[in-house]
């Protein structure tokens, strides 16, 4: 018998931010080094060099900073993500005129976590916003555009209130939707394409697969993801970092901008750890996940 709609939901959104927790803990570094390589790509050589100025100016907390932000934005979107991910699954059936609970193909999930991705966006924005600022406050003091002592998440949203009113937290939002509805049809449609893959080769229930596979599949998704919107991304960081300078450009003209002055290469940085990055962190994303989710689903029948 299938669960309650609303305790559907709650199952969902608590894997979610399961997945979440472990998604930060995993790969928090490489989202840091990410985070400054793009907004200030002239700044650093590579990823070794990011990762080891950040190391010797500010030690191995400048390599975590913004992390109570980023955990805070990973367990809001990962919650409301998979939470509406499951309720967008019911419209693709209805819209497609199948049974309540009809196994979907693989396509059909990947539109449906498009859609859920509109209203992680939302709850993602303003902690992803928070998190990119303290992520890049040291360059930004370094480079005197803010004054310093501005690096607490406290200081920042005090900033975003005083500066612009609480609608100032939305700062990049259609950036961020823009890149979310591609990046994760491609996300979810890579993750279930793999699992149904390993599925098929092992001969066993996708739900059945095992650990590795799990994890290589969510490696996947979300490398599939990066790959695609990576360039949003980049607009998305400049847009809400510069912002805390004043710099109210759209994405349009940041889009722009970055490719007359530094050229469509400069769109690309940090690639290189973001894709590092991927496959533990959505590995772990997705293990916690399915495995959260399996054993409140299995205390739920018992």
Request: net charge positive; aromatic share 12%; with cysteine.
């Amino acid at each position: 018998m299938a669960p309650h709609p609303v305790v559907q939901a709650i199952i969902d959104l608590s894997a979610g931010a399961a997945g979440g927790i472990a998604c930060v803990a995993s790969g928090q570094p490489f989202d840091t080094a990410k985070v400054k390589m793009q907004t200030f790509p002239t700044m650093y050589r590579g990823f070794v060099h990011c990762f080891r100025s950040v190391y010797g100016q500010v030690g191995l907390r400048g390599l975590y900073q913004g992390s109570a932000p980023a955990l805070m934005a990973n367990i809001a979107e990962n919650s409301v993500l998979f939470m509406s991910y499951g309720f967008c699954q019911e419209v693709v059936r209805f819209v497609c005129g199948l049974d309540k609970g009809a196994t979907l193909s693989d396509t059909k999930k990947a539109c449906a976590g498009s859609v859920a991705s509109i209203f992680s966006s939302l709850v993602l924005c303003p902690t992803e916003l928070v998190k990119c600022r303290m992520q890049a406050m040291h360059e930004m003091e370094a480079s005197g555009k803010v004054a310093g002592g501005q690096n607490t998440v406290w200081s920042v949203v005090k900033t975003v209130v005083r500066n612009n009113g609480p609608l100032g937290f939305y700062q990049g939002l259609t950036t961020t939707i823009v890149r979310e509805l591609p990046g994760y049809f491609c996300f979810f449609g890579a993750y279930e394409f793999s699992r149904t893959s390993f599925a098929r080769y092992m001969g066993r229930d996708k739900e059945d697969i095992g650990v590795v596979p799990i994890m290589l599949s969510g490696g996947f998704g979300g490398a599939c993801l990066w790959l695609v919107v990576y360039p949003i991304d980049c607009v998305k960081s400049r847009i809400q970092v510069h912002s805390l300078v004043g710099q109210q450009q759209g994405f349009l003209k940041t889009f722009m901008g970055i490719v007359r002055a530094e050229g469509f290469r400069a769109l690309y940085s940090g690639l290189t750890p973001t894709m590092i990055r991927t496959f533990p962190a959505n590995g772990a994303l997705f293990l916690a996940y399915e495995v959260s989710r399996k054993m409140m689903m299995q205390q739920f029948d018992s």
